[in-house]
């Protein structure tokens, strides 16, 4: 396993960044067994995003591998609470680090019963603005388009969006349907195999 620590991750290539992340997945977010998904679907694993987004190795490595993949005119970046918080966050805070700052945003599931009763929190950029949707582990894919429709809405465009994890259980299709640039930065198939080879 690559061990990188808290004063290497500024330098660390994007290759070491990518298999440091996906170690952390393996070892803290991926398990096995008989769940239930938050879309309804049975399934014999379970990741559990957070464990690692949440992590602060895990969130500079995510947050400088993210950045690399936003289109040149992204303005923001935004995520359905709770599980693209803590992504939109590193994110925001490693474009600043790399010199280019970046606003992140987060929608709520529902709209705020008090004050500017809002959807979306965070310094909003002007109408018309380029926002990326970051989200943590894809499955059908309908968290996203929920903040994708939120911010379309009120008037951002968004092309984009950007996962962790792609569990190919019909997500990508969803977004290019939608006419939506799609990429994760695994796909199961990647956390499975590393995950077996860690187990012997």
């Not at 049975?42 to 690692?52: D, F």
């Not at 009763?117 to 970051?134: D, F, H, K, R």
């Not at 939120?150 to 977004?175: F, I």
Request: proline share 4%; hydrophobic share 40%; with cysteine.
């Amino acid at each position: 396993m690559v061990q990188l620590n808290s004063a290497s991750l500024a330098t660390a290539s994007l290759d070491e960044l990518r298999q440091t992340l996906l170690d952390l997945l393996c070892t803290k977010a991926y398990k096995e067994g008989d769940f239930t998904l938050s879309s309804g679907q049975k399934s014999a694993y379970y990741i559990n995003g957070k464990l690692v987004t949440l992590d602060p190795i895990g969130a500079i490595a995510l947050g400088r591998l993210l950045l690399q993949e936003l289109s040149p005119q992204t303005q923001a970046v935004a995520g359905l609470t709770l599980g693209a918080d803590p992504m939109v966050s590193a994110i925001s805070v490693v474009s600043a680090y790399a010199g280019s700052p970046i606003p992140g945003l987060i929608i709520r599931k529902e709209a705020k019963g008090h004050g500017t009763q809002a959807y979306i929190e965070g310094p909003l950029p002007p109408t018309g603005s380029t926002v990326a949707v970051i989200e943590d582990v894809v499955t059908t894919g309908q968290s996203a388009l929920k903040a994708v429709h939120r911010l379309r809405d009120v008037g951002y465009e968004v092309s984009q969006v950007l996962a962790l994890v792609d569990r190919e259980q019909g997500g990508a299709k969803l977004y290019q349907e939608a006419g939506l640039d799609f990429k994760a930065l695994f796909a199961i198939p990647d956390l499975q195999q590393r995950w077996q080879s860690l187990q012997s």
